[in-house]
């Protein structure tokens, strides 16, 4: 069961840094897109920055499954307290 629980917490942690590094490559992008004009040129730079994105991805994925035991803590409860003074004018 304890197996079970840290798989899927690999899983949430893969999860997590895919959706990083994609939106790191997809802004990259964006960027490129505006910086290169020429149609050719960028289809050729987003091929590359998409190649190298998902490599990284599966580069971390391969890490991650071989080499840790991931456990998740979720954040502690944040408990705010509000006192509100109520003053009676006589």
């Not at 690999?10 to 997590?16: A, D, Y």
């Not at 990259?28 to 994105?53: C, F, H, M, T, W």
Request: charged share 30%; hydrophobic share 40%; net charge positive.
């Amino acid at each position: 069961m304890e197996n079970i629980k840290m798989d899927k917490h690999k899983e949430k942690l893969m999860k997590v840094v895919t959706d990083e590094v994609t939106t790191l490559f997809e802004k990259a992008l964006d960027y490129a897109e505006v910086a290169v004009p020429n149609a050719e040129q960028y289809k050729k730079l987003r091929s590359k920055i998409l190649r190298v994105g998902n490599n990284c991805i599966r580069n971390i994925v391969k890490e991650i499954n071989g080499r840790y035991n991931v456990e998740y803590i979720a954040p502690a409860e944040t408990v705010i307290e509000s006192k509100i003074a109520t003053t009676i004018n006589d």
